[in-house]
């Protein structure tokens, strides 16, 4: 009997319910309906995980990111297990925003390199691939030891950029490390660019030292990969309009928004700030001057290619 090649395998996706708006938007991209899936807690709050439909032999995405709460990325780990145990033919964890990433190194004595042991957790779960949007850092895809697919959300942002018809403008890169990412997103809106030299006294507090760059009279734009607690976007934008700048823009892959960062950003001198739906964004969080862009069909796409097989890296050609 011939042997059935993946590519011919039937295309499943699942999602949990860390983000279930955009998983979906991604099923109807794909034209591809969502498989049915139990998830409830017993009284004591452990998760109980079942997949309701057949799934062996089939090609399974499983759609859920993995911002804390801690649940999420639990509900992660157990769908990855329940559809290895029921022999799907292979795995992809699509995980729009990956949780702990921040904490990727050992910069003190004592900690947890956590963004290491997640990755470890999702091997040994049994994901086969990872679908993932924005690494906090590039490296991280050295963390993992299956394929990663580590996909961009640049495209949503520059094309809402270029709507926007920026006058003379600038991107600012929020700090050195940033630099490389603010140079793509300047050749992409034929801007200038310039870098923001910050120190960070302690987690989650920044303090602007010095801009490098002409902003004076300019339209600037700060890219990030994400905004919590928006103290360093806050701080950069009050250092730009000191020196002169016209407007300030501010474009995130993923919104947390955690406390304080709707009132900083609405006290800041920041004419927009625009981040994607890989994080839900809860109406609670949500005010006049903040745009959330959707990932969903540059997601579709990448889990179109690698289903049938083909580029990934060709989206972002």
Do not use: W
Request: net charge neutral; charged share 25%.
């Amino acid at each position: 009997m011939a042997d059935v090649s993946l590519s011919s395998s039937q295309l499943m996706l699942l999602a949990g319910t860390a983000n279930r708006p955009l998983a979906e938007e991604i099923a109807a991209e794909l034209k591809q309906p969502l498989c049915q899936v139990s998830i409830r807690r017993f009284a004591d709050g452990e998760l109980f995980v079942k997949i309701d439909e057949n799934v062996r032999g089939r090609d399974v995405y499983i759609i859920q990111p993995s911002n804390p709460p801690a649940e999420n990325l639990m509900e992660l780990l157990l769908l990855i297990d329940a559809a290895k145990r029921a022999s799907a033919a292979r795995v992809t964890a699509v995980i729009p925003y990956y949780g702990y990433a921040r904490q990727d190194r050992k910069d003190q004595p004592r900690v947890a390199i956590s963004a290491k042991l997640v990755a470890n957790l999702v091997s040994t779960a049994g994901a086969d691939r990872v679908l993932a949007m924005d690494f906090h850092s590039h490296q991280l895809q050295g963390f993992f030891d299956i394929p990663v697919d580590h996909l961009y959300a640049a495209p949503v942002l520059t094309a809402h950029y270029r709507l926007k018809r920026l006058e003379d403008p600038v991107v600012v890169a929020p700090d050195v490390g940033s630099a490389k990412m603010a140079r793509g997103f300047a050749k992409r809106l034929n801007a200038s660019l310039a870098i923001i030299d910050k120190r960070r006294p302690s987690a989650n507090i920044a303090e602007v030292v010095n801009v490098v760059g002409e902003v004076e009279n300019k339209d600037c734009l700060i890219p990030d990969d994400l905004i919590d607690t928006a103290g360093t976007v806050c701080e950069a934008a009050k250092a730009l309009k000191r020196l002169g700048a016209k407007r300030v823009f501010i474009g995130a892959t993923h919104g947390l928004l955690s406390a304080p960062a709707i009132e900083r950003l609405k006290a800041a001198p920041i004419d927009e700030v625009a981040v994607t739906n890989t994080v839900v964004v809860p109406e609670a969080k949500r005010f006049d001057r903040l745009a959330v862009l959707s990932v969903g069909s540059l997601l579709a796409k990448a889990i179109a290619n690698t289903h049938q097989d083909m580029s990934v890296s060709s989206l972002f050609d």
